[in-house]
């Protein structure tokens, strides 16, 4: 079996591994690794949109001002995203009204 990236260069690859994700949480979103944890034992490991269980979730968080809003899969966070919630729900709401119409 084929050495990752951390195994083969530290050799304590789960603690660099923290401390990585630890200091892009907190550049990124200005949360800690610890937070994100406690934020995916919260949701029951599920995406907040769509509350399907997923391996990998992705924070959301507010373009506009930083905050965070929570986990979302890919498919959610990307919908949310291309439907331009940071400038306000109109799109949203229309995309909505949209998709009960038809």
């Given at each position: 079996m084929q050495?990752?990236?951390w195994q083969s260069k530290y050799k304590y690859p789960e603690l660099q591994r923290n401390k990585h994700f630890n200091r892009?949480?907190?550049r990124h979103?200005?949360?800690t690794l610890?937070?994100?944890i406690a934020m995916k034992i919260k949701q029951d490991y599920k995406c907040a949109i769509?509350?399907?269980r997923k391996?990998?979730?992705h924070v959301?968080?507010?373009?506009k001002t930083g905050?965070?809003?929570g986990l979302l899969c890919f498919t959610c966070n990307t919908a949310i995203g291309k439907l331009q919630v940071d400038k306000g729900v109109q799109l949203l709401q229309r995309a909505i009204a949209y998709a009960i119409e038809v």
């Open positions: 050495k990752d990236h892009y949480y907190l979103y200005g949360i610890d937070q994100v769509c509350l399907k391996k990998k979730l959301d968080h507010n373009h905050k965070v809003r």
